[in-house]
């Protein structure tokens, strides 16, 4: 039995459904045929469907609107053979994509699915391009966690190294929003590229959006249909202006917060008071009821932010660092539990763990506690994540020797890495690195038997050197002979306070994959529908840059198609 509003484990401010035996019964402040509840990537793509569709659609954000959306990098995952990519001259074709996907998502959709969304890529970016998204085909061929400021092509994912690349064929799908070259010197806060151009498109066609308007409780007639909600605004204009003082304070500290930034923990934590400051004068607002003809589409994020909830269903994360933003409260999932919505896959995080660039930390051993490497460490960073905090503990050491160190601090000067990758190198090799003569005396200082991280190290340089082949399947151009000391040790585990490990929740409600209707114990629930990070979709398994970006286009639109399909209610 799942627990509700009255539960210890609740959570949230959420409230049980409120149910009418009569829609007159409510005094409706106003009606539309779609309400978007969250107004992010997902949800700007639901509203701008459903009014090419030619509906009319309220879009109601907690918030100023965007959320994580544009608070990212700017990255959407598309390929298929997309305009960009053949502009590029890289060859991808939709069987190629699903064959790579089909490696990150698992069963987490059917195939089904995974097969529509492939095939729907494509389509997808000329129709954010016919809708002003500035998309460019400068490519970066390498692997990297996040290209210079110069590239918006690039390798988003595992599909540079093995086993990937020999089931499908490597392609660039990682598309970045255009932006100015020092605004892309950072890898957050981008992604207005992509969100803006939709959202005006949208307001072009008559949206009509709600910003700082919590939605608090849904509307369900007898028939367990959702008809409409209830939310809160201000009515007040002295009451907003102060709250949005506060929260400005707030954005401007988080503007500045980092993951490789030293005490980017205590700038978060500052930013996370003053948010409850903002929110605890919000008290007093008004009520409104919006009543929904066609449906409600439920978009307002995940719960990371929602510490409470993270230690109750994902405790293994509560001490890695939040992506997104305090909009991402799990609100969404728990309005679609108070309909009857089954919510899934909740202890499912994904964890960033991107250590290239540099390069140079990526040719180096990574182990776990017992002196073993688990991972080919040209990973991606998401891959590598999950493998630490599931598989070993959450502890993990890179190894380096002083060459290798060396060489990855060259591998950052200047133009050739971002400023927060220049950082993380610096702030890895310069002030948390362990360091000894010999790699017993390393083993000793980071709690590694010397003689378990010796018989390693001889093993790896037996690959480096081509004596031997790496069961992890890294090849020997991209392995580094550690020979000469001193040896460095860098922590890559949870603990590495300098260099925070960041996450993201993956798990949200079931949905009816053809229509994104919201799965309840007896079917769908009538007149609800989710997509983002609401709902169970294609970025719900393993996590590639741009793909929650991608899942959430995706699913608002198919939502918004099913929407105007429906009878009005």
């Not at 990855?408 to 200047?414: I, N």
Request: contains cysteine; glycine residues 10%.
């Amino acid at each position: 039995m799942v627990a509700g509003p009255e539960s210890a484990t609740w959570f949230s401010d959420i409230e049980a459904a409120k149910i009418v035996s009569n829609e007159n019964d409510v005094e409706w402040t106003f009606e539309t045929d779609v309400a978007v509840v969250g107004l992010g990537g997902a949800g700007v793509a639901c509203a701008l469907q459903s009014l090419e569709e030619g509906l009319s659609v309220v879009a109601i954000d907690r918030f100023e609107g965007g959320g994580a959306t544009v608070a990212s990098g700017g990255v959407i995952y598309a390929g298929g053979g997309t305009s960009i990519q053949k502009a590029a001259d890289v060859e991808d074709d939709v069987d190629n994509m699903f064959n790579y996907l089909k490696m990150e998502t698992g069963n987490i959709v059917k195939d089904e699915t995974l097969r529509d969304f492939c095939e729907q890529s494509a389509p997808t970016i000329e129709w954010m391009i016919s809708h002003g998204t500035d998309l460019r085909p400068t490519l970066f061929p390498h692997k990297t966690s996040f290209p210079g400021p110069q590239y918006f092509l690039y390798h988003s994912d595992n599909s540079l190294i093995a086993p990937y690349n020999q089931k499908a064929r490597p392609a660039a799908r990682g598309h970045r929003g255009y932006v100015p070259f020092e605004q892309g010197k950072k890898a957050m806060g981008l992604g207005d590229a992509l969100f803006n151009p939709l959202l005006e498109s949208a307001k072009k066609l008559g949206l009509d959006v709600r910003t700082y308007t919590e939605v608090r409780q849904l509307v369900l007639d007898e028939k367990k249909r959702v008809i409409g909600l209830k939310a809160l605004r201000f009515s007040d204009q002295e009451q907003l202006e102060a709250y949005l003082k506060i929260r400005k304070k707030a954005s401007k500290l988080l503007s500045r917060v980092a993951p490789a930034i030293p005490g980017a923990g205590l700038l978060l934590k500052k930013a996370r008071r003053l948010q409850a400051e903002a929110q605890e004068m919000a008290d007093g607002r008004e009520t409104v009821f919006i009543r929904a003809r066609k449906g409600v589409l439920l978009s307002a994020g995940g719960f990371i932010f929602n510490k409470p909830m993270l230690k109750h269903y994902a405790p293994k994360y509560v001490g890695a660092y939040p992506l997104g933003t305090d909009g991402d409260s799990g609100a969404g999932i728990r309005l679609g539990q108070t309909a009857g919505g089954i919510a899934d896959n909740m202890d499912r995080v994904t964890a960033w763990r991107f250590i290239n660039p540099p390069l140079s930390f990526a040719q180096g051993p990574i182990l776990n506690m017992q002196g073993q490497r688990f991972i080919n460490e040209m990973s991606y960073g998401a891959t590598m994540g999950i493998e630490i905090i599931e598989n070993q503990n959450g502890e993990a050491w890179l190894i380096l020797d002083k060459p290798l160190a060396m060489q990855a601090l060259e591998d950052v000067k200047g133009d050739k890495a971002l400023n927060f990758q220049r950082i993380l190198a610096k702030i890895a090799v310069r002030f948390t690195a362990k360091k000894a003569k010999t790699l017993e005396a390393l083993g000793a200082k980071i709690g590694i038997s010397g003689e378990a991280l010796t018989a390693a190290i001889a093993d790896y340089n037996a690959i480096a050197e081509g004596r031997a082949e790496d069961p992890f399947m890294k090849t020997q151009k991209d392995a580094a002979v550690i020979g000469k000391p001193p040896f460095y040790a860098i922590n890559v585990g949870l603990s590495a306070k300098l260099l925070p490990c960041s996450t993201l929740t993956l798990g949200g409600l079931k949905v009816d994959e053809k229509t994104g209707g919201v799965m309840g114990e007896n079917g769908v629930v009538p007149g609800l529908y989710a997509a983002g990070r609401n709902a169970i979709g294609v970025a719900s398994w393993r996590y590639v840059s741009g793909l929650s970006i991608a899942d959430g286009v995706y699913s608002g639109r198919r939502a918004a198609r099913a929407m105007a399909a429906e009878k009005t209610a």
